[in-house]
């Protein structure tokens, strides 16, 4: 059991560089390694949890995984597969179902347990088995598992209802060996799909428009295996120029893509914070409280849905009141009871969050239930009286490598501590 202990520390100041995307990213990519019969390497993939878990199926996959060296991760999938994903790894970690088109495309089938749902809400994977199906395989759902077959898989045009970030990872990856062309429609389009995209052309593959929502993939016959280097985690990133602004203070944000953040720094902006590009990064300065203003999450270019816990947080304290509302997930408010237990005034209806800002919260020991709940309630400690001690840090250690130290770089007053 991992805790992470926050006191109030005053205004932030420094310089700091957001790791590696591990787990957004950088899983993604080790996944799509099984397309190609050679050694691959991917660098600035810093250990996070859920990185053992992608390390443990693409094994039992038989796949050699190695780290040869702190933050690189090397896939050998030269050898023959077994194309399954046993429930034990699906069920810690849904960034497993990843691995559904890279082994249907080499393997001619796979299968692969069902994700089911998790502490953010129901998680459906109904886009990744239509779009794989208009390809010509044929699926079957039973005993808890998708079973996935076909001999070749045929280029199809799909258009999804929702531009899921993992459905059109998953098709991108089957689409990349399959017989002539498929066509994305309302293709998701965050970065990571855009990383994922332009890793598969260096391995061989022909794909254009991701980035866009139309990403049309021309099959090839074969991959290589190539060295990558995973990009910066927006979301780390995100989380640190909330926590510059929850708790005041000049940060410069090092190897940060302005426009990863933009709509979140745009927000910060509207609430009081001045942030602009410099030559290798993000400058970020909040000399007073914020004021509190509406956010809607939409996938990208909107405001991530990652970052609204993170944006509650920073309302709790801001002057005014704000409606936050969720589009993309049903149940991702849980922690917004446990901000109210440290003094927040926040009460959910629905998709919406209102937040009546206050001047100060008060440290409790609360409970993190996700990854991006558990940032938020650390982030919150940074303005709290006393101590907060945020239970369940597993959670924040399934995306973040050390956000504890990357907070301490700053003068934050932050230790994770291990029982
Ligand atoms: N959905 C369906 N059917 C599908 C696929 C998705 O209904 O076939 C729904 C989901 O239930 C959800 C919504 O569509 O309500 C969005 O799901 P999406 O597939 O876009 O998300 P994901 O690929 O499962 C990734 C990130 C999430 C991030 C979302 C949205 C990884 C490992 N996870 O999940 O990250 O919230 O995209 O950007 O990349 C996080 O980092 O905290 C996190 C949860």
């Not at 420094?14 to 957004?24: D, E, H, L, W």
């Not at 919406?352 to 650390?378: E, F, K, T, Y």
Request: charged share 20%; hydrophobic share 45%; aromatic share 4%.
């Amino acid at each position: 059991m991992t805790r992470f202990r926050v006191r109030a520390s005053g205004p932030l100041a420094g310089r700091v560089q957001p790791s590696g995307a591990t787990k957004n990213a950088g899983l993604k990519q080790m996944a799509a390694a099984l397309l190609a019969p050679g050694v691959t390497t991917l660098r600035n993939v810093p250990t996070v949890r859920d990185l053992d878990v992608m390390i443990d199926l693409l094994r039992a996959t038989g796949a050699r995984v190695d780290q040869p060296a702190p933050d690189v991760v090397r896939v050998d999938a030269s050898g023959e597969l077994t194309p399954e994903a046993p429930y034990e790894l699906v069920a810690r970690m849904r960034a497993s179902f990843n691995v559904l088109g890279p082994l249907l495309a080499r393997c001619g089938q796979a299968r692969v347990a069902l994700p089911g749902g998790d502490n953010i809400g129901s998680r459906k994977v109904d886009m990744h088995l239509r779009g794989l199906a208009a390809m010509g395989a044929e699926v079957e759902v039973a005993h808890g598992y998708v079973v996935a077959r076909a001999e070749l898989l045929h280029g199809a045009r799909t258009v999804l209802e929702f531009p899921s970030v993992g459905a059109t990872e998953n098709l991108m990856c089957a689409a990349v060996l399959a017989k002539g062309t498929t066509v994305i429609e309302n293709a998701a389009r965050e970065p990571e799909v855009t990383a994922l995209a332009t890793f598969l052309n260096r391995m061989g593959g022909h794909l254009l428009g991701a980035g866009t929502s139309t990403i049309e993939i021309e099959g090839v016959e074969e991959l290589h295996a190539v060295d990558s280097e995973i990009m910066a985690d927006r979301v780390e990133a995100g989380t640190l120029l909330m926590a510059c602004g929850i708790a005041g203070g000049e940060i410069e944000l090092v190897g940060v893509l302005p426009e990863h953040v933009e709509i979140v720094s745009m927000k910060l902006c509207e609430m009081g914070m001045r942030i602009s590009p410099t030559s290798d990064g993000l400058w970020a300065f909040a000399s007073r409280r914020l004021r509190a203003v509406d956010v809607a999450t939409l996938p990208h270019p909107g405001f991530a849905t990652d970052f609204m816990p993170l944006a509650v947080a920073v309302m709790t304290v801001s002057e005014g009141s704000a409606i936050v509302t969720e589009n993309v997930y049903d149940g991702r408010f849980q922690f917004v009871d446990e901000l109210a237990r440290m003094g927040a005034d926040v009460r959910t209806e629905g998709r919406h969050a209102i937040v009546r800002g206050v001047r100060r919260l008060s440290g409790a020991p609360v409970q993190a239930s996700d990854v991006r709940a558990g940032a938020a309630l650390v982030l919150a400690g940074l303005v709290a009286d006393g101590e907060t001690v945020v239970h369940g840090g597993e959670h924040i250690e399934r995306g973040y490598s050390d956000l504890a130290g990357r907070l301490r770089s700053l003068g934050a007053d932050v230790e994770r501590l291990d029982d």
